[in-house]
């Protein structure tokens, strides 16, 4: 190995080993605040008294096949929210990270850490993408307890590793959102639409063949819509592995895509803001 | 830490320029500051200061010049060297996690600097010991006082012992004792080596304190040396004097100024009650001499005292008559 390899292998190993002390910070942060903590529980039982009710409004004739198992609105809808919520944190957690630092008047003194952007991003949202699955988790089995819903058992590592692969392509939109907030500082407004138009065309809610022909088109090119497709064969449909691969291998141009264009115009505002002398301040 | 006896200063600005918009930032400015040095950089508000401060830590771009920090120039100083070089005090009052302590607020920023969780919670737990935060380490930051959080400041600043320690208007908001208690603590990294850039627009704070002294106003360098120096650049000294007429309808303005016959200049304070006057007076003319003149031309002298103190009267001259 050469000197400038190891050298950037030390780089990135010490750089990995900070991950921790964010998630500690995060943790510390989010326990100081016990009452928000405990409502976001309380939150998270009402979503599922909620879709019980709207499930009883649905007509479950209308909602797509998986693997021949049609499936109740509540199972539907319940395996997208699942998937939507790692989009949200991807999103918003990426985002409000900048935002966050910027208000309370610390990005100043993280940028002056020997600490590169990437790893400020990544360790901030840590403890975000470890706290949601437990959440994501909990919700899948209040609904399975209580509104008479099954979920194949066999279907739910398939179902994560097509989460996992989803996680780069969310990563590159939160990438670009947060060059956004950077740049506009107000970048909020932006990130909710950019997020309900990715949700409200990816068939979370409702299946992507209730819209017209052509936005239908559109809508299964959604990366949310594959990813959500995948989840569902395997959870509702018990495909198991069939299909995970074609989806993976339609994720990864996605995540290119997404990654790329994100790491450029996280550049592009940060140099901006290096050069208008505005950078660390809202 | 740095080599007191380096010969290269450690930090060097050479004609730093910048504007954002139509407006200049900072114009053609040069200072140096020594390993082991306090050195200020003194200006009124928006002189400039900060601006120069963000550039030599790399958060805004400078247009022109060049910055070498321990004789390497900036651009060619990698990220994580640069950043171990510099420690900074923000201006800010809020640059902490308010919601958590002190002690892991710094073993946080200890760990972002690439140190273990051992070494950077032994690290954190001495330098509150030296900002005299020890009984405070495990209180939230958010109920610390603003003198509490400068020290904690301070101590973040010093996590790795850096070669250059950045200090802006550290001192600005705090209380006589919290600004003495500040200064001292960047005196004592000037003693163990620091190169320190200390920015205020306290005039008062810098005599006895800082080594050298560079006066940024309107964006250039308006005066570089020592306290000394800056003192006898001062034109004139002013006397706050209370007089009053034996004539009670004479004109004390024109009266006095006659018998000065331009060896000063006297001027009314503009308080209400038209006893009191600002009396300026060129270094050649002893006030005894000027008082006696005064009191010759049938005007009594009640009470006299100097109105600014002669660092005071430089930096107003030298900023064109501004207040810091």
């Known amino acids: ?282 | 830490m740095v080599d007191a006896g380096t010969r290269l200063p450690a930090v060097a600005i050479s004609g730093v320029s910048r504007r954002f918009g139509d407006a200049d930032a900072l114009r053609e400015v040069s200072l140096d500051v020594e390993a082991g040095e306090i050195h200020a950089l003194l200006g009124p508000n928006g002189a400039g200061k900060t601006t120069l401060l963000r550039i030599v830590c790399g958060l805004v771009d400078a247009d022109h010049g060049e910055i070498r920090l321990m004789g390497v120039p900036l651009e060619r100083l990698g990220f994580r060297e640069h950043r171990r070089l510099i420690g900074l005090v923000p201006s800010g009052d809020r640059s902490f996690y308010l919601r958590i302590s002190g002690l892991e607020n710094l073993i946080f920023f200890g760990r972002l600097h690439g140190l273990s969780r051992r070494a950077a919670s032994e690290r954190a737990l001495t330098c509150l010991e030296e900002v005299d935060l020890a009984d405070a380490a495990a209180k939230r930051v958010g109920v610390y006082s603003h003198g509490m959080q400068k020290r904690l400041s301070v101590a973040r600043a010093m996590l790795m012992e850096p070669a250059i320690l950045l200090v802006d208007e550290a001192t600005h908001d705090l209380d006589p004792d919290g600004a003495i208690r500040i200064r001292d603590l960047a005196t004592g990294a000037a003693r163990r080596g620091a190169a320190v850039l200390w920015t205020t627009q306290r005039v008062d704070e810098i005599r006895g304190f800082v080594d050298r002294l560079t006066l940024l106003h309107e964006a250039e360098v308006r005066f570089r040396g020592t306290v000394p120096q800056m003192m006898a650049t001062s034109p004139t000294t002013t006397h706050l004097l209370q007089l009053r007429a034996h004539d009670p309808h004479a004109d004390i303005t024109a009266a006095a100024r006659g018998a000065l016959d331009g060896r000063g200049q006297l001027r009314p304070s503009g308080d209400a009650d038209g006893e009191h006057f600002l009396l300026s007076l060129p270094d050649d003319v002893p006030l005894g001499q000027a008082v006696a003149t005064i009191t010759a031309a049938g005007i009594d002298v009640l009470a006299c005292r100097e109105e600014h103190s002669p660092i005071e009267s430089a930096f107003l001259a030298l900023t064109g008559g501004g207040r810091p």
């Open chain 1, 1 to 282: 190995m050469s000197a400038t390899s190891t050298s950037a292998w030390g780089s990135f190993v010490t750089e990995v080993q900070k991950v921790p002390a964010f998630v500690r910070r995060d943790f510390l942060v989010q326990w100081s605040y016990r009452f928000a903590f405990f409502s976001d529980w309380a939150n998270l039982g009402l979503q599922v008294v909620l879709f019980y009710f709207i499930g009883r409004l649905v007509d479950a004739d209308r909602l797509p096949a998986f693997a021949g198992d049609r499936p109740s609105y509540v199972e539907f809808v319940a395996v997208g929210i699942a998937v939507t919520s790692v989009l949200q944190v991807g999103l918003s957690r990426v985002v409000t990270v900048t935002r966050e630092e910027q208000l309370m008047g610390t990005l100043e003194s993280l940028l002056m850490t020997p600490t590169v952007p990437t790893t400020v991003q990544i360790g901030s949202v840590m403890y975000d993408l470890a706290y949601v699955p437990i959440r994501t988790g909990l919700f899948l089995a209040l609904v399975s307890a209580f509104l008479d819903v099954s979920f194949h058992l066999s279907g739910l590592l398939p179902a994560a590793v097509v989460l996992l692969a989803f996680i780069p392509v969310v990563w590159g939109l939160g990438m670009i959102s947060a060059a956004a907030v950077f740049t506009f500082r107000k970048g909020l407004g932006f990130v909710g639409l950019f997020t309900l138009v990715l949700t409200g065309t990816s068939s979370t809610y409702f299946p992507v063949e209730l819209f017209p022909g052509w936005l239908e088109a559109i809508s299964r090119l959604n990366p949310i819509t594959l990813a959500l497709r995948a989840t569902r064969d395997s959870l509702l449909g018990g495909t198991g592995w069939t299909g995970v691969g074609s989806t993976l291998l339609a994720l990864v141009p996605a995540a290119v895509l997404t990654l790329t264009i994100g790491v450029m115009a996280f550049r592009a505002a940060r140099r901006r803001e290096r050069r208008r002398g505005t950078l660390g301040l809202y």
